[in-house]
């Protein structure tokens, strides 16, 4: 099992890192990311894009994870589990690089995104819990 763990978690480690190099390169970062943007009508779609992708990476992440069969033993359910991460963390990814390059002044809530991603760290413990079994 922690063959497959650590598989997953190098996965991880390659979205985070990808997201984070694209916005140390691309992205303007600096102190003047703290300063908040005025918020219009026009930018208020922006704010929305994160709130969506946690909402909608969840939403499918708990679908996914439905079509566990909890009387097989963990390691069977773990292509299930994958699947279920991956697609959380790919929307996320997506939602970052939107921010990123539709409305670089909200870079701060792309960081945000990021943080979260990174605090999505596969663990064998994390995925028992997701996965609702008992030990």
């Given at each position: 099992?922690?063959?497959?763990?650590?598989?997953?978690?190098?996965?991880?480690?390659?979205?985070?890192?990808?997201?984070?190099?694209?916005?140390?390169?691309?992205?303007?970062?600096?102190?003047?990311?703290?300063?908040?943007?005025?918020?219009?009508?026009?930018?208020?779609?922006?704010?929305?894009?994160?709130?969506?992708?946690?909402?909608?990476?969840?939403?499918?992440?708990?679908?996914?994870?439905?079509?566990?069969?909890?009387?097989?033993?963990?390691?069977?359910?773990?292509?299930?589990?994958?699947?279920?991460?991956?697609?959380?963390?790919?929307?996320l990814e997506g939602?970052?690089?939107?921010?990123?390059?539709?409305?670089?002044?909200?870079?701060?809530?792309?960081?945000?995104?990021?943080?979260?991603?990174?605090?999505?760290?596969?663990?064998?413990?994390?995925?028992?819990?997701?996965?609702?079994?008992?030990?």
């Amino acid at each position: 099992m922690s063959a497959k763990i650590r598989t997953l978690k190098i996965i991880h480690i390659a979205i985070c890192a990808g997201i984070l190099l694209v916005y140390l390169f691309i992205g303007n970062i600096s102190l003047e990311i703290l300063d908040f943007p005025s918020i219009g009508s026009s930018s208020s779609v922006y704010l929305f894009i994160p709130v969506a992708a946690f909402a909608l990476g969840n939403i499918l992440f708990n679908q996914q994870l439905k079509q566990v069969d909890r009387t097989l033993p963990l390691e069977d359910n773990f292509g299930t589990y994958q699947t279920a991460s991956i697609i959380r963390w790919a929307i996320l990814e997506g939602a970052a690089f939107l921010i990123l390059f539709l409305a670089p002044q909200f870079t701060l809530f792309g960081l945000f995104i990021i943080i979260y991603v990174i605090f999505l760290r596969p663990t064998e413990d994390k995925m028992k819990t997701d996965l609702q079994y008992l030990d």
